[in-house]
């Protein structure tokens, strides 16, 4: 069975950075498009960013030029570089691995002066 533990998430001022990892258990990880999604209160959940086994990218436009996603397939581990956080990125941050479509068991990102 799969397995994503994310961390990283946190309390942020607005303006500030965070760094979300993603590490996966499967071996699968290196030749899987992996992907960063968040959930807000009281919304659907959304894509926030996605990576290619060969390391192409595409972001949501609320988060473009803001957030960078990456990988490491030596270590098994997506990343999601997020700057300049504003409050409408507060969500619980997941990650997923689509080969299988195993999901993480999420992690609280609050953007709040």
């Known amino acids: 069975q799969v397995q994503l533990v994310e961390s990283g998430g946190g309390l942020v001022q607005p303006g500030g950075s965070l760094r979300l990892s993603c590490a996966a258990s499967?071996?699968?990880?290196?030749?899987?498009?992996m992907g960063w999604y968040r959930q807000a209160p009281g919304k659907e959940r959304e894509l926030v960013a996605r990576?290619?086994?060969?390391?192409?990218?595409n972001y949501a436009d609320s988060v473009k030029g803001r957030f960078t996603i990456s990988r490491d397939n030596a270590k098994k581990t997506v990343y999601l570089q997020m700057n300049s956080l504003k409050p409408e990125d507060t969500a619980v941050y997941y990650c997923?691995?689509?080969?299988?479509?195993?999901w993480g068991q999420g992690t609280q990102v609050t953007v709040s002066s």
């Open positions: 997923n691995l689509a080969l299988c479509g195993s």
């Open positions: 499967a071996s699968i990880f290196s030749i899987s498009v």
């Open positions: 990576i290619s086994s060969s390391g192409s990218t």
